[in-house]
T-cell receptor
Framework: GAVVSQHPSRVICKSGTSVKIECRSL??????MFWYRQFPKQSLMLMAT?????????EQGVEKDKFLINHASLTLSTLTVTSAHPEDSSFYIC?????????????FGPGTRLTVL | DAKTTQPPSMDCAEGRAANLPCNHS???????VYWYRQIHSQGPQYIIH???NNETNEMASLIITEDRKSSTLILPHATLRDTAVYYC??????????FGTGTSLTVIP
């Protein structure tokens, strides 16, 4: 149990385009989902916290207009990187936490590798 | 900011126990300690968590000191597949995780 998927696993796009990444909890309802970013040889950095049906809460220094987060259902959250630039190239990872028979443990997706040319 | 400090790297012989320490001296009374590991280019994998008591599951044991200022993750019989970066995390009240730099564990044949 507690499986989280992400799609796509890898994406390459041109500078200036927008990219959408999906995060799904496959076997539990996720009341809260989190988005992280990880640069090479660095640790995970929390970007934002989203609760189903409400606006995401962004960490300091993360541009909410650039990284659009939607958590429309208890099993799906999306992260859209708008007007992507090469410095946005990174490994994006989501996690989900729920209370339907699970504790508030976060379960992580496999990550999405974004490369902006 | 991360509330934990860990040694940057450790080695362990295959088949031996791996003991990974973590300091969390500013932990609050109701904050849990979580351990995850990340194998290269994958999402972190949940290992174990605890509040006050020692915990054990099929993957590992977690020993938390009585004052809760530090803990140790024990992998009883390390295998080559346990080579990974191990993160000790204190879950803050909003359920957020702030990752530190972790410990890169290398299991040596």
């Amino acid at each position: 149990g507690a499986v989280v998927s992400q799609h796509p696993s890898r994406v390459i796009c041109k500078s200036g385009t927008s990219v959408k990444i999906e995060c799904r909890s496959l076997d539990f309802q996720a009341t809260t989902m989190f988005w992280y970013r990880q640069f090479p040889k660095q640790s995970l950095m929390l970007m934002a916290t989203s609760n189903e049906g409400s606006k995401a809460t962004y960490e300091q220094g993360v541009e909410k207009d650039k990284f659009l987060i939607n958590h429309a259902s208890l099993t799906l959250s999306t992260l859209t990187v708008t007007s992507a630039h090469p410095e946005d190239s990174s490994f994006y990872i989501c996690s989900a936490a729920g209370t339907s028979g699970f504790t508030d443990t976060q379960y992580f997706g496999p990550g999405t590798r974004l490369t902006v040319l | 900011d991360a509330k934990t400090t860990q040694p940057p790297s450790m080695d362990c012989a295959e088949g031996r126990a791996a003991n990974l320490p973590c300091n969390h001296s500013t932990i609050s009374g109701n904050e849990y300690v979580y351990w995850y590991r990340q194998i290269h280019s994958q999402g972190p994998q949940y290992i174990i968590h605890g509040l006050k008591n020692n915990e054990t599951n099929e993957m590992a044991s977690l020993i938390i000191t009585e004052d809760r200022k530090s803990s140790t993750l024990i992998l009883p019989h390390a295998t080559l597949r346990d080579t990974a970066v191990y993160y000790c995390i204190v879950r803050v009240h909003g359920n957020q995780f702030y990752f530190g730099t972790g410990t890169s564990l290398t299991v040596i044949p």
